[in-house]
């Protein structure tokens, strides 16, 4: 969120038709205060607020149905840092973590901030197995869902500035997907073992001028790329089914120089 939210921005991101149940906000780079006052007013009249989590700047909000709170048998926020500066808005790097046995689905949502700069794959790869271990379940069976959501930073690999722009501008970025650092590692075996992820068919969420939907105009120019991803992992495909029904970035929020990622995910019982 670049140290700023507005009230504009956060509509945009719950949405004005909340045919869900659950309602997650995982934000990096968010302003210490009055966030949740924020989403809370976003979110209504539909939905209220069930559980937070924040480590400074990396923050992260569930919202449940107007009196599903009855529904909840357990709830736990933690939180894991892996290092990062301070500053005015606590640009801290880690994640933060709940979880939640909702109407008898035990799930772990992950919001996560991770190192920047294309050069730095390992060290990315090595924080994420560090918050794993620290934030997830030892016994898988205490997890039936998990998701990990966040600005992951990984970057475009061996693709210049230019070229990048330029298939960019003429709606051929699904050429760079091949090029994106995240799919490699992980087709490598190296993360998110038997995670799913929706088709990046929407343009890379970073790095934007801020207040427009315009690309990076800076000195630094910085290369676009899809930093900003939701993976997920059924534990239990036996008994449930999860459903993608859309994947894309929120290209009307204009406060950061991020554009959000949003993803609908359905989960049904095998033999209801």
Request: one cysteine or more; hydrophobic letters at 35%.
């Amino acid at each position: 969120m670049n140290g700023n939210v507005s009230y504009e921005d956060l509509v945009e991101l719950v949405g004005k038709e909340r045919k869900f149940d659950l309602l997650v906000v995982g934000l990096q780079e968010a302003p210490k205060a009055n966030v949740d006052q924020l989403l809370q007013t976003a979110s209504s009249p539909t939905h209220e607020l069930l559980g937070k989590a924040k480590l400074q700047s990396v923050q992260l909000y569930l919202f449940g149905p107007k009196n599903s709170h009855t529904l909840v048998k357990e709830l736990k926020a933690e939180r894991y840092s892996v290092g990062g500066c301070g500053g005015l808005i606590g640009r801290k790097k880690g994640a933060v973590a709940i979880r939640i046995n909702y109407d008898d689905i035990k799930m772990v949502f992950i919001s996560c901030h991770l190192s920047a700069h294309a050069k730095k794959v390992d060290q990315r790869n090595t924080e994420l197995r560090h918050i794993a271990n620290s934030l997830l379940p030892r016994d898988k069976r205490k997890r039936d869902l998990t998701v990990w959501l966040g600005d992951l930073n990984y970057r475009i690999q061996d693709v210049s500035n230019h070229p990048v722009r330029s298939l960019i501008q003429n709606h051929l970025q699904s050429v760079l997907v091949s090029k994106d650092q995240l799919l490699q590692e992980a087709e490598r075996g190296e993360i998110f073992k038997g995670y799913s992820e929706g088709t990046l068919g929407f343009k890379p969420t970073y790095k934007y001028n801020v207040g427009s939907s315009d690309y990076d105009t800076s000195h630094k120019i910085r290369v676009p790329a899809w930093t900003d991803r939701i993976l997920f992992k059924i534990q239990d495909t036996d008994n449930i089914q999860a459903t993608l029904h859309s994947y894309d970035s929120i290209d009307q929020v204009y406060g950061s120089d991020h554009k959000p990622v949003k993803a609908d995910l359905c989960l049904k019982w095998v033999n209801s």
